[in-house]
């Protein structure tokens, strides 16, 4: 029998940061695992933050936060993902997005953004919680560089505030 809908609320304090559950698969060729481990090494967890806000049977609701370029690999997902935009701001191929803006990703569709200057906060919606994560990013260059730019953030990574917090000057 099927779950029955009913009135919900989501405090903050139920929240869990993703990543604390199993709730992606992949499977890294030994380049893409080896890259991975090394960016972990160097501190690339400090560089986003997960959060979901939601998950109820055919409906997931996270916040991601990536900071100042967090080196994220073209990758896709094994569903739908609709985006907005809560602060700061991203370039999505061509395209800058900010607050208010939106992109939709259909299913097994790769790609990529790169936060703005200031970071950028996004809620993502997506039908279900358990996802398959294809990263295209197969080769080393892109390791070494995207270790090179954990190297140069870890530290601001560390201090720095969301942008739906940041204070103005």
């Known amino acids: 029998m099927a779950e029955e809908s009913k009135f919900q609320i989501f405090k903050r304090e139920g929240q869990f940061v993703f990543g604390e559950e199993a709730v992606m698969t992949t499977d890294p060729t030994p380049v893409q695992k080896a890259g991975l481990e090394k960016m972990l090494e160097e501190g690339v967890i400090d ?6 806000v939601a998950n109820l049977p055919g409906f997931t609701l996270m916040h991601a936060w990536f900071k100042k370029d967090y080196p994220l690999p073209l990758h896709s997902h094994s569903a739908d993902c609709l985006y907005y935009v809560v602060a700061g701001s991203a370039r999505l191929g061509t395209e800058q997005i900010g607050p208010g803006d939106s992109f939709f990703v ?3 569709t790769p790609y990529t953004y790169h936060a703005g200057p200031e970071g950028v906060e996004v809620l993502e919606f997506r039908h279900t919680l358990e996802i398959d994560f294809q990263n295209y990013a197969k080769g080393q260059a892109f390791y070494d560089k995207a270790v090179q730019t954990v190297i140069e953030n870890r530290d601001y ?3 720095v505030p969301k942008p739906s917090e940041a204070t103005a000057p």
């Not at 560089?47 to 979901?52: A, D, H, K, N």
């Open 106 to 108: 259909p299913a097994n």
């Open 47 to 52: 560089g986003s933050v997960y959060t979901m």
């Open 157 to 159: 990574w560390k201090a």
